[in-house]
């Protein structure tokens, strides 16, 4: 039954818009099913007290969108929408790309890779302040261009803003859908520095020591927690002078030139103390740091592994120059990518999502 005043209290700049959006609203949500006979514009037009030409006017966006269809002897009817996944979009806020750039672009590559191979188009937005991406993707929705998204920005209010905008499965990189199992790769890397003989471990990394909650109050972030426990855990010094990380997400690195001096600069930090004071085991992540991290030990002239045992995080698609012995622990991208794909598979043909951590590996790695 169509409510005539759902229609007339709808906040909308005009009665046509009202019109349009009812009923957008209401095919999207399942409100209106596939099949069901909706009134005809004239029909439509007496009870709201308006022209014929308004209303006829004003569902023409939705036969534009695919929504419904107009046949003289069946009369207007939502249209049944397609029950195959054959595109996808994949979203992206722009800054997302500058944070670990060469894993995003690889992670976008191997998700286009394995979406062709199903035989499914994706197409990429890359968003930006003033939000044409997420309204491209409004439009795409509610045209049936696309049947789900996968967005790959990193921050869960993002992530709710794509899910509300439009009824489509949405599948999220992230820990609470698909994402990296960061407390087990902390606890791998820790225990093969102690395996490795070390006492006295430090850490550098991008990762901000302190982040805000959504009351804008500041916290210490789990990441430093969980090394810090970790190391203590399994009975390695860890003095607070020897974890470099930056101090809160306004000190956000923006460029890969940036990254590299950051871990140069903190590198050299640690490896320029006293030879007394001196760690003899350093875990580095993300694998973006590796070139600061390399020109610094060949700068300081540190014996690797004799001086100082390293753990280093790697992306095992993304191939920085390590060019001493070291111990590395990853996860692989592809793997990453299926495994979005397959979560958004199970939201578009109605199985139950899964919560996956991807599994990281201990590799030993001589040059």
Not at 40 to 53: D, G, H, I, V
């Amino acid at each position: 039954m169509i409510n005539v005043n759902n229609i007339l209290t709808m906040e909308a700049p005009s009665l046509r818009e009202a019109i349009t959006l009812y009923f957008r609203n209401a095919i999207t949500s399942g409100d209106l099913k596939p099949g069901r006979v909706i009134p005809s514009s004239r029909e439509l037009a007496k009870q709201l007290n308006t022209s014929f030409p308004n209303v006829h006017l004003a569902l023409a966006p939705l036969v534009k969108e695919g929504l419904i269809t107009r046949d003289r002897k069946k009369g207007t009817m939502v249209k049944e929408r397609m029950h195959q996944l054959a595109c996808v979009a994949i979203y992206v806020y722009h800054t997302t790309l500058d944070d670990l750039p060469q894993y995003q672009h690889t992670l976008i590559d191997q998700l286009s890779k394995h979406l062709n191979e199903k035989n499914i188009e994706s197409r990429l937005v890359v968003d930006n302040n003033m939000r044409y991406g997420l309204r491209q993707l409004r439009e795409w929705s509610m045209s049936g261009n696309i049947q789900g998204i996968i967005t790959v920005q990193d921050g869960a209010e993002m992530s709710m803003i794509v899910k509300e905008l439009t009824p489509l499965p949405v599948s999220v990189v992230s820990c609470n859908e698909v994402g990296f199992d960061f407390p087990g790769m902390i606890k791998t890397s820790v225990q093969a520095l102690k395996s490795s003989g070390c006492r006295k471990v430090a850490m550098i990394t991008t990762v901000a020591r302190f982040a805000k909650d959504r009351e804008g109050e500041l916290h210490e972030n789990k990441f430093y927690r969980t090394f810090v426990d970790a190391a203590e855990k399994a009975a390695l010094e860890c003095p607070a002078d020897l974890i470099q990380m930056t101090n809160t997400e306004s000190d956000y690195l923006h460029t890969s030139d940036e990254v590299t001096e950051f871990a140069f600069e903190r590198c050299n930090r640690i490896l320029m103390m006293p030879e007394s004071e001196r760690p003899d085991g350093l875990f580095v992540f993300p694998d973006q740091l590796i070139t600061g991290l390399m020109l610094s030990i060949m700068q300081n002239r540190i014996r690797i592994p004799e001086d100082m045992r390293l753990v280093l995080h790697r992306n095992w698609e993304i191939k920085e120059p390590v060019l001493v012995p070291c111990a590395m622990v990853g996860i692989s991208v592809s793997d990453m990518a299926r495994r979005v794909i397959c979560n958004l598979e199970n939201k578009f043909y109605g199985k139950p999502k899964i919560k996956q951590k991807i599994e990281h590996e201990l590799r030993m790695f001589v040059p």
